[in-house]
């Protein structure tokens, strides 16, 4: 059996802003625009890996959500209480001052983990923590 990762999802308020950071500052590519019923799903990949994407979603993308989940969610999506995920990078230190360049919120500069990588921690506009991780010795 041959199981790959194909899409991660990732809660956004505001589409235009997520954009601007994943497509403009990231160079993520817009591979789907798709709206539905007043929600909107924006779609997002590297170049260097066209199998893999994270999708762009609402933070409640459920039709059915009672207005109470929805402030729920929204409520922990402002703490940036809700995962992001973990981007890889050949240079950490580049990578964070690019980013970092553009107006990201930084959580983390550079370091040396103990587990084997030099990483650093930006909020995207929605306040999901990213993390750009790059293999020590690299």
């Keep these: 059996m041959d199981i790959k990762l194909s899409q991660c999802f990732i809660a956004v308020d505001d589409h235009d802003k997520a954009l601007v950071f994943y497509r403009d500052v990231l160079g993520l590519e817009v591979r789907n625009d798709v709206g539905f019923e007043g929600m909107r799903w924006v779609t997002v990949g590297a170049p260097s890996q066209p199998g893999v994407e994270i999708v762009l979603e609402p933070p409640l993308a459920d039709p ?59 909020r995207d506009p929605a306040g999901n923590m990213l993390r750009f991780s790059q293999p020590r010795g690299k």
């Design 64 to 122: 059915n959500a009672s207005p109470a989940d929805r402030q729920a969610m929204a409520e922990l999506l402002a703490k940036g209480l809700l995962r992001g995920v973990i981007f890889t990078t050949d240079d950490c230190d580049d990578t964070f001052e690019r980013i970092r360049a553009a107006g990201g919120e930084v959580l983390q500069e550079p370091i040396d983990q103990p587990y084997g990588v030099r990483d650093c921690a930006f």
